[in-house]
């Protein structure tokens, strides 16, 4: 079989062959004049085959496109490794700030969705505003470039595992990484796949905590790292950044409640992320109840944190609650009376303050015609639930 251009390139690089693998993307970027990502890897290979000042001039094309197109934080990293080669060399970081000002709050974008390729016009790609970025302007981006480090990781490999110490907040500037949670049997489940532009590891680092996920590469990637101290001074001055980080988190923490719980266990992140827009969110504080025993059952709902007791009445003195079990983060309750059309069998009240997630009837429904994995958890679930509660009320006589 013959081979195609591209593979052998890569194989040409693989093998330390850089003057033959410089000729082969030179031809593959002739042939895709658009293609950033090959244009990059010619850059890359004429810095390798010591043509500093070809590099300069490819990857500063390179910076200047993706900067003009809105991708800042492409800009940025191709921009870091300009000023590596040749610290005089600001034009594109000057270009980067007169963008933000010209074009205001919508100036910085990223992409949405896998994209082939590396072509980076709009036609080719989805896109939308990037708030991290797009509220920086002048010296507020001149700032926020400087606190960055590029740091370059091989696809397949952890950044940071469950537990870390959470020091560092990443942008991804190149490439895609998931993020892998552990559900309620002990398996490690993606929840998230993050693109080009999207930032990760800021609930431990707003925390000061430790990281409730593990995040890999999925691709060979370029990532954008800021210190914990280096944030610390950066926010000092601009709070709104904090601010921004922190909606961000909220949001994603969700996302992992969901990813973790039974009920959703059968879904794809893509799906995770519609049934998101679906949720609404409520705080129940300790001691409040949650759903009453004979009352109509309009809502589900999923723990995002917290804990509840869940408590039925007792068969003869119907007075008397019986304690069936406690609930915490990812348990979900509500299901029963939804799927059976009957009053409300439990009483459930919080034992601590309480975040829930919560589906409508409507919703709830919808999601189980759709997803019939949905259905088949929730009436296990039902079963189990109702024969456990016969068993300890007939205990009782």
Known sequence: MVKS?????????????????????????????????????????????????????AYTEIANAYAEQGFVVQAIAINKILLRLDSTQTGVQQRLKDLSSERGEDWAVKTTGLRTGGNITHSRLNVERMPLFSGLSGNELQDFIDSLQLHSVEAKTYVYKEGDRGNYLYIISMGSVSLEATDKRGQSKIYSRLLEGDFFGEDAFLARGMYRESARTATDCSLLIIERSTFDQWVSKYPRIQATVEDFYRKKV???????????????????????????????????????????????YLIRSGRVAVFTSDMKNKDEKVPLTTLSDGHFFGEVALLSDKPRTATVVATTKVELMVLTRASFRALLKAHPSMKTVAETYQKKRVQKTIKILLSRK
């Open 254 to 300: 969700l996302t992992r409640a969901l990813a973790i719980a039974p009920i959703f266990s059968g879904l794809e992140p893509e799906v995770i992320h519609e049934v998101l827009r679906l949720l609404s969110c409520k705080t129940i504080q300790l001691g409040d109840p949650i759903i009453t025993e004979g009352e109509v059952g309009d809502s589900f």
């Open 5 to 57: 251009t591209r593979a052998k390139a890569q194989e040409a690089l693989l093998q330390g062959k850089h003057a033959q693998a410089l000729a082969l993307f030179t031809q593959l970027h002739e042939e895709s004049p658009h293609d950033m990502r090959l244009y990059g890897k010619v850059a890359e290979l004429r810095e390798k085959n010591n043509d500093v000042r070809g590099a300069v001039k």
